[in-house]
């Protein structure tokens, strides 16, 4: 697996590539010169956990035959304050819509989070606490 990043401009604005053709635009904060052009990296790891926990619970839940009509997942982090600010707690919050049924949703959730996710098991690994929540209306 390899990605690339390239400067964007003078301050600190990159565009990110990895496989295929997709983008993604990668800003640091104020205090670096940022200019709200992209997402910061730390952004990144919530939207990487997020993402690895969502597309393996849909895949799960979609084998069970579960109708799934809408998804959301909140992914909120706590760091510390001292550098690096590194994560300490990220809590997950799934929002399902469809039918489905809320226990399979759990145990779907499970597997996904805790079990199939390389980005919660990096993370775990390395100290942070991972909670997750799920919804199904």
């Known amino acids: 697996m390899k990605v690339e990043l390239k400067r964007v401009n003078d301050a600190v604005h990159f565009e990110a590539s990895g496989s295929g053709n997709v ?10 010169s940022g200019q709200g052009l992209g997402v910061r990296p730390m952004e990144l790891v919530l939207i990487a ?4 926990s969502a597309l393996d619970l849909i895949s799960i839940l979609k084998k069970q035959r579960q109708e799934i009509t809408d998804f959301s997942v909140v992914v909120a982090g706590e760091r ?5 600010a590194v994560f300490t707690k990220i809590h997950m919050a799934f929002k399902l819509v469809g039918n489905i049924d809320l226990t399979k949703a759990e145990k779907a959730a499970e597997l996904a989070v805790k079990k199939y996710c390389s980005v919660h098991n990096m993370l775990v690994s ?3 606490a991972i909670t997750y929540s799920i919804a199904v209306s």
């Open 80 to 84: 510390t304050d001292k550098v690096p």
């Open 126 to 128: 390395g100290g942070v």
């Open 23 to 32: 983008k993604v635009h990668i800003d640091g904060s104020p205090e670096i």
């Open 49 to 52: 956990l997020g993402s690895c």
